[in-house]
T-cell receptor
Framework: AQSVTQLGSHVSVSEGALVLLRCNYS??????LFWYVQYPNQGLQLLLK??????LVKGINGFEAEFKKSETSFHLTKPSAHMSDAAEYFCAVSDLNQAGTALIFGKGTTLSVSS | ETGVTQSPTHLIKTRGQQVTLRCSSQ?????VSWYQQALGQGPQFIFQ???????GRGNFPPRFSGLQFPNYSSELNVNALELDDSALYLC?????????????FGPGTRLLVL
């Protein structure tokens, strides 16, 4: 069965520091992978997605993620954190046991940014 | 371009009641998915509608049902509410049902069951 594991339920960084949010997936075939961000009392917004093109994917707001098949990882990074990056981040994989666009989400990582 | 909208934003029900949540998909999108997000958890897939037909369902009981209308808006119905149904219910639309498609999420409906 497919699954997504996000290591670290809470990550704290200083403004200007590197952001690294970890995501490992389990899938029997090359997956489609997504990172979403959720601000308080809002829905989810797509940051970036991997659909088997380039392994380094650039997204919005300066975020990027690298697909590493050998490590079954899709970690999210940003070189310099901004206060506005404080939010909940979810990694997700396309559910191959379902038709259509169903996603399996990780439990999320809360990013805190201090000044 | 109008994004995905959901109504109501908040709802309080008592155990055993029934509830209907509504979702308007983004213009041009024919696929709608519903997710349940319990507090402190990631969203869980409930079901998906593609061109008015259910074409995928997660591990939720039959008391969770839905509809998609010709304009691709959608409803989620939950019968015989239980306390554990308290959650944020998210609707997402996409241009088609392909696995690589981006899902665009609405702000959600927060349901509290007492």
């Amino acid at each position: 069965a497919q699954s997504v594991t996000q290591l670290g339920s809470h990550v704290s960084v200083s403004e200007g520091a590197l952001v690294l949010l970890r995501c490992n997936y389990s899938s029997s075939v090359p997956p489609y992978l997504f990172w979403y961000v959720q601000y308080p009392n809002q829905g989810l917004q797509l940051l970036l997605k991997y659909t088997s093109a380039a392994t380094l994917v650039k997204g919005i707001n300066g975020f990027e993620a690298e697909f590493k098949k050998s490590e079954t990882s899709f970690h999210l990074t940003k070189p310099s954190a901004h206060m506005s990056d404080a939010a909940e981040y979810f990694c997700a994989v396309s559910d191959l046991n379902q038709a259509g666009t169903a996603l399996i989400f990780g439990k999320g990582t809360t990013l805190s940014v201090s000044s | 371009e109008t994004g995905v909208t959901q109504s109501p934003t908040h709802l309080i029900k008592t155990r055993g009641q029934q509830v209907t949540l509504r979702c308007s998909s983004q213009s041009g999108h024919n696929t709608v998915s519903w997710y349940q997000q319990a507090l402190g958890q990631g969203p869980q897939f409930i079901f998906q509608y593609y061109r008015e037909e259910e074409n995928g369902r997660g591990n939720f009981p039959p008391r969770f049902s839905g509809l998609q209308f010709p304009n691709y808006s959608s409803e989620l119905n939950v019968n015989a509410l239980e306390l554990d149904d308290s959650a944020l219910y998210l609707c997402a639309s996409s241009p088609s049902e392909g696995r690589q498609e981006t899902q665009y999420f609405g702000p959600g409906t927060r349901l509290l069951v007492l």
